[in-house]
């Protein structure tokens, strides 16, 4: 039986299930449950992939494991996330898609951007050689560091929320696309024109030092309130479309 069913009634219900990892943690909550996203990208992709453009039909929802895993300064190569960053990429998908994956970076983790590096570049001796330098750059890179894998920017902002609780009224935030830009608290999530995919499964968001700083001051109000309120919306959003209200 489906876990968003009852076993008593049979009726939809709703368990929620989201998993955070910071630093190594981040290393080790990915592989867990890579394999299981990863996997329902490729189906999705499949069913859609050679039929002509203009009959093409958006991928059914991709969830993986759980509702949502989040990766905090995850110490982790870029060369491990690359397989399902092309995967996200092939395709346009649902309105009824929510994220699955958010990933935060800060921008001065100086143990990612410098010491990681430093790090990979010496273990290249032992691991045969790159076929390119952008090979090379996957993984001598950590994951949210990498440039051309980055979605959205992520930085404090005085403006007024773009979205509230106005939205489960009637469920209207089931068609709510959760990677545009948007402002919870007093963050503003932006996305990267030239990597945006609307309704995208993966958030991979660059961070001002003001709401993460280094590798581990993920503990900030600012963020933690970001951050508790952009999971909330998303299990909102799947909720209603598991009830069949959106």
């Given at each position: 039986m489906d876990r968003n069913t009852s076993r008593s009634t049979g009726k939809p219900t709703f368990?929620?299930?989201?998993?955070?990892?910071?630093?190594?943690?981040?290393?080790v909550l990915f592989k867990a449950v890579s394999d299981a996203f990863e996997n329902d990208l490729i189906t999705a992709v499949a069913k859609v992939k050679g039929e002509p453009d203009q009959t093409r039909p958006k991928p059914e929802i991709v969830s993986g494991l759980g509702d949502m895993m989040v990766l905090l300064n995850p110490s982790m190569e870029a060369f491990q996330y690359e397989r399902i960053d092309r995967l996200a990429t092939e395709v346009s998908f649902n309105e009824d898609q929510a994220p699955v994956l958010l990933t935060v970076s800060a921008e001065d983790d100086s143990a990612r951007k410098y010491w990681f590096p430093i790090a990979r570049t010496l273990n290249v001796l032992f691991r045969p050689l790159f076929k390119n330098d952008e090979e090379k750059d996957l993984w001598t890179t950590a994951l949210g560091e990498y440039e051309p894998q980055q979605t959205h920017t992520l930085q404090v902002s005085d403006r007024v929320p773009t979205i509230s609780d106005s939205l489960y009224k009637k469920?209207?935030?089931?068609?709510?696309?959760?990677?545009?830009?948007?402002?919870?608290?007093?963050?503003?999530?932006?996305?990267?024109?030239?990597?945006?995919?609307?309704?995208?499964?993966?958030?991979?968001?660059?961070?001002?030092?003001k709401l993460v700083q280094e590798h581990s001051g993920i503990f900030g109000e600012t963020f933690s309130n970001f951050l508790i309120d952009y999971v909330t919306f998303v299990q909102g959003k799947r909720m209603c479309l598991i009830r069949g209200m959106g």
């Amino acid at each position: 039986m489906d876990r968003n069913t009852s076993r008593s009634t049979g009726k939809p219900t709703f368990m929620g299930l989201v998993t955070i990892g910071h630093s190594f943690g981040g290393q080790v909550l990915f592989k867990a449950v890579s394999d299981a996203f990863e996997n329902d990208l490729i189906t999705a992709v499949a069913k859609v992939k050679g039929e002509p453009d203009q009959t093409r039909p958006k991928p059914e929802i991709v969830s993986g494991l759980g509702d949502m895993m989040v990766l905090l300064n995850p110490s982790m190569e870029a060369f491990q996330y690359e397989r399902i960053d092309r995967l996200a990429t092939e395709v346009s998908f649902n309105e009824d898609q929510a994220p699955v994956l958010l990933t935060v970076s800060a921008e001065d983790d100086s143990a990612r951007k410098y010491w990681f590096p430093i790090a990979r570049t010496l273990n290249v001796l032992f691991r045969p050689l790159f076929k390119n330098d952008e090979e090379k750059d996957l993984w001598t890179t950590a994951l949210g560091e990498y440039e051309p894998q980055q979605t959205h920017t992520l930085q404090v902002s005085d403006r007024v929320p773009t979205i509230s609780d106005s939205l489960y009224k009637k469920c209207a935030i089931a068609k709510e696309d959760l990677t545009q830009a948007l402002v919870l608290g007093s963050a503003q999530l932006e996305p990267k024109p030239d990597r945006h995919r609307p309704y995208s499964p993966v958030v991979i968001a660059y961070t001002s030092n003001k709401l993460v700083q280094e590798h581990s001051g993920i503990f900030g109000e600012t963020f933690s309130n970001f951050l508790i309120d952009y999971v909330t919306f998303v299990q909102g959003k799947r909720m209603c479309l598991i009830r069949g209200m959106g």
